[in-house]
């Protein structure tokens, strides 16, 4: 698996500094909040208005990349990164960062939308493998983002947003040397594709239980750095141990958890824990220690919860993998779209406890959606042949 051609490394490294971008701003909220007399629900709309222009870009990133090819598509997405993250280093208004991260959110769904896909049909092993490299890249970029975000943002909460904009300049430059022309698939798709696809009531049921668990998974990451009222780089330390436990478990632990237990009882499962998980974080939000430990523990459900769902959509329906991703990704980037917001006003006009109450009640839903849907996704535990590589290269998959 770790043999790989150089095209590859370049797709993977790239994906690191895009998800670097999920978590790098979790460290500034608060800086930037001090230093722009912000509130905390105005400074999440950074993950707000970042998630929902994503979210709705996924509808047209598979009409955008079966038309102009993946390489185009990637490097199309690297460029809109690039200057969203440095336009919104250079902002003076919280509502000015908040647009350029809008921006960023498009250039982020046209990369990531077609990064598994070209790491697919490039790498050498089976499908499997190739998404376990893909999840690697992912654990490693959302890791590594708090840590650069805290270290950065001590000089400057301007620091995290250049830093991505150069490290992506490199991703690009290396990603146009040694990435070959990929071909445009054989069929374009439409805006309608993704609408059609959720006719598919397993997929249905694993983009509704994405849209809930999303939910408790950002208001965990946007709205925690509030409570915990700590500095940059301790916020930065803290979401770097939750991200090295997200990454340990994507890619080592949940294999072997699907592999003996089955893909849907152990999502079940594991929505349960990061449920009940929120609710100590509900209880004990003015407990400074309690509230960081949950964060980083967190890192370990949530890592098993986005390889086994990625894997499970891929085989949820019959269907291209590029339209299967886009519907789920446009649910899935919904409640990642409101948590934040939804949890910064309901923090400060009513209780700074009932964000992490009303995100594990949305993760508990989603474990029952989950369950009541479960009959419908009964083979995505059926082993698959090698030849599925072959069929691999439609453009479009996500986290």
Same mark, same amino acid.
């Given at each position: 698996?770790?043999?790989?051609?150089?095209?590859?490394?370049?797709?993977?490294?790239?994906?690191?500094?895009?998800?670097?971008?999920?978590?790098?701003?979790?460290?500034?909220?608060?800086?930037?909040?001090?230093?722009?007399?912000?509130?905390?629900?105005?400074?999440?709309?950074?993950?707000?208005? @970042?998630?929902?222009?994503?979210?709705?870009?996924?509808?047209?990133?598979?009409?955008?990349?079966?038309?102009?090819?993946?390489?185009?598509?990637?490097?199309?997405?690297?460029?809109?990164?690039?200057?969203?993250?440095?336009?919104?280093?250079?902002?003076?208004?919280?509502?000015?960062?908040?647009?350029?991260?809008?921006?960023?959110?498009?250039?982020?769904?046209?990369?990531?939308?077609?990064?598994?896909?070209?790491?697919?049909?490039?790498?050498?092993?089976?499908?499997?493998?190739?998404?376990?490299? @893909?999840?690697?890249?992912?654990?490693?970029?959302?890791?590594?983002?708090?840590?650069?975000?805290?270290?950065?943002?001590?000089?400057?909460?301007?620091?995290?947003?250049?830093?991505?904009?150069?490290?992506?300049?490199?991703?690009?430059?290396?990603?146009?040397?040694?990435?070959?022309?990929?071909?445009?698939?054989?069929?374009?798709?439409?805006?309608?594709?993704?609408?059609?696809?959720?006719?598919?009531?397993?997929?249905?049921?694993?983009?509704?239980?994405?849209?809930? @668990?999303?939910?408790?998974?950002?208001?965990?990451?946007?709205?925690?750095?509030?409570?915990?009222?700590?500095?940059?780089?301790?916020?930065?330390?803290?979401?770097?141990?939750?991200?090295?436990?997200?990454?340990?478990?994507?890619?080592?632990?949940?294999?072997?958890?699907?592999?003996?237990?089955?893909?849907?009882?152990?999502?079940?499962?594991?929505?349960?824990?990061?449920?009940?998980?929120?609710?100590?974080?509900?209880?004990?939000?003015?407990?400074?220690?309690?509230?960081?430990?949950?964060?980083?523990?967190?890192?370990?459900?949530?890592?098993?919860?986005?390889?086994?769902?990625?894997?499970?959509?891929?085989?949820?329906?019959?269907?291209?993998?590029?339209?299967?991703?886009?519907? @789920?990704?446009?649910?899935?980037?919904?409640?990642?779209?409101?948590?934040?917001?939804?949890?910064?006003?309901?923090?400060?006009?009513?209780?700074?406890?009932?964000?992490?109450?009303?995100?594990?009640?949305?993760?508990?839903?989603?474990?029952?959606?989950?369950?009541?849907?479960?009959?419908?996704?009964?083979?995505?535990?059926?082993?698959?042949?090698?030849?599925?590589?072959?069929?691999?290269?439609?453009?479009?998959?996500?986290?």
């Amino acid at each position: 698996m770790w043999r790989q051609p150089k095209a590859v490394w370049a797709v993977a490294f790239a994906s690191v500094v895009a998800f670097m971008g999920i978590g790098l701003v979790d460290p500034i909220l608060k800086p930037i909040a001090d230093n722009l007399d912000a509130t905390p629900s105005q400074v999440s709309l950074l993950f707000t208005s @970042y998630m929902a222009v994503m979210g709705v870009a996924m509808l047209i990133t598979g009409v955008v990349s079966s038309r102009i090819g993946p390489k185009r598509t990637l490097l199309l997405g690297l460029v809109i990164i690039i200057a969203g993250a440095g336009l919104a280093g250079m902002s003076d208004t919280v509502m000015g960062i908040v647009g350029w991260r809008a921006l960023w959110g498009l250039g982020n769904a046209l990369f990531i939308a077609t990064a598994l896909a070209t790491i697919v049909s490039s790498a050498r092993g089976s499908v499997a493998q190739a998404i376990i490299l @893909y999840e690697a890249a992912l654990g490693l970029g959302i890791a590594v983002g708090p840590l650069v975000g805290g270290v950065l943002g001590e000089i400057s909460w301007r620091g995290p947003f250049f830093g991505v904009s150069a490290l992506m300049a490199v991703a690009l430059v290396v990603t146009t040397v040694l990435l070959p022309d990929t071909p445009c698939p054989q069929r374009s798709t439409t805006l309608a594709d993704p609408f059609l696809a959720l006719r598919h009531r397993g997929l249905l049921g694993v983009a509704i239980t994405a849209l809930l @668990y999303n939910f408790g998974f950002f208001t965990l990451l946007a709205f925690t750095p509030f409570p915990l009222d700590m500095g940059a780089h301790e916020i930065g330390l803290i979401f770097f141990g939750w991200g090295l436990c997200l990454a340990f478990t994507s890619v080592l632990v949940a294999p072997r958890l699907q592999h003996r237990f089955g893909t849907v009882r152990v999502l079940v499962i594991n929505l349960l824990c990061f449920s009940a998980l929120l609710v100590v974080m509900g209880v004990a939000t003015e407990n400074k220690g309690i509230l960081a430990a949950c964060v980083v523990i967190a890192g370990l459900f949530i890592g098993i919860n986005n390889t086994l769902i990625t894997e499970t959509v891929m085989k949820a329906a019959p269907l291209e993998r590029g339209v299967a991703s886009a519907a @789920y990704s446009f649910m899935r980037f919904g409640g990642a779209a409101v948590a934040p917001w939804l949890a910064g006003v309901l923090g400060e006009r009513v209780s700074v406890h009932l964000p992490f109450w009303v995100g594990a009640g949305a993760v508990l839903a989603g474990a029952l959606v989950l369950m009541a849907t479960g009959r419908h996704l009964s083979g995505i535990d059926t082993e698959h042949d090698e030849v599925e590589q072959a069929t691999a290269v439609t453009v479009g998959s996500d986290s």
